[in-house]
């Protein structure tokens, strides 16, 4: 295969990948049965204009029928006054008029058969796009429900998708979480044992501070007694003292 050959067959290809993205098949659908419609449109206006000249003729036929009928009386009024080549004159007309009339209902009839075969094409036709109509109705409610299938199914990939990496950000921040909670609750037990010193006292509740308050002036209470029991048995401060 020549480089032209290649070339044109990667063209061919990208150009029809193009086209079947860029094509709706509801469009192409719709545009069908424009064009079945402007077709049976068409049938009708050849029926119409059939049955036009069909009508003509009859009217003809009967202007026809009527001056060869006046012409026969006029033929039997010059006949009974006399004038036979009246009479003569008014016959040869009428004759003529019924070739006419002979001539016309030739054509008359077969515009009668043209007018019906077109009204049974016609029928048959308009049969067809109706058919054509429902299923191109019935494939365009199919291809719009499977379209928004797809849409469906593609937003829910792009949630799933999201709610992976939501997912995956929950779980570092939970190990954050139990990290910062494992790191308070060692610095609590630290403290408690007393390996680290809380200065501020914020590591004790109300009720805590009240008892070690507590406990501290009862203890300074029983050695300022203590204090007082030793003096009391040892004597004055200045005995004491010197």
């Known amino acids: 295969m020549g480089l032209w050959q290649r070339a044109s067959m990667i063209f061919k290809s990208k150009a029809s990948k193009a086209l079947d993205k860029a094509e709706d098949p509801r469009e192409t659908l719709d545009y069908s049965y424009e064009k079945q419609l402007a077709l049976l449109q068409q ?44 009479a003569r004159e008014a016959l040869t007309r009428s004759s003529g008029l ?17 007018e019906e075969k077109l009204i049974t094409a016609s029928q ?32 829910y990939a792009g949630i799933s998708s ?26 609590d037990e630290l403290v408690a044992s007393g390996a680290l010193e809380d200065t501020t006292g914020l590591g004790k ?9 507590m406990a501290s002036e009862q203890d300074v209470n029983a050695q300022l007694a203590a204090m007082k029991r030793e003096l009391g048995a040892g004597g004055s401060p200045e005995a004491i003292g010197s």
Do not use: C, P
């Not at 009859?58 to 006054?81: T, V």
């Not at 191109?136 to 429900?145: D, H, M, N, R, V």
């Open 205 to 213: 509740d109300r009720i805590t501070a009240e008892l070690e308050q």
């Open 43 to 86: 049938v009708r206006r050849g029926v119409a204009d059939v049955a036009t000249s069909r009508k003509r003729i009859e009217l003809q036929i009967q202007s026809l029928d009527q001056q060869g009928s006046k012409l026969e009386q006029q033929a039997r009024a010059a006949l009974a006054g006399g004038r036979e080549d009246l």
């Open 98 to 114: 019924h070739q006419q009339v002979a001539d016309l209902q030739t054509q008359l009839a077969a515009l009668q058969a043209q």
């Open 162 to 187: 999201e709610l992976g990496d939501v997912g995956l950000a929950i779980s570092r921040a939970e190990d954050k979480t139990a990290q910062m909670q494992a790191r308070a609750s060692a610095i």
């Open 124 to 155: 048959q036709l308009q049969a067809k796009v109706e058919a054509f109509r429902t299923k191109k109705e019935t494939i365009k409610a199919t291809y719009s429900a499977a379209e928004a299938q797809t849409k469906i199914n593609e937003a």
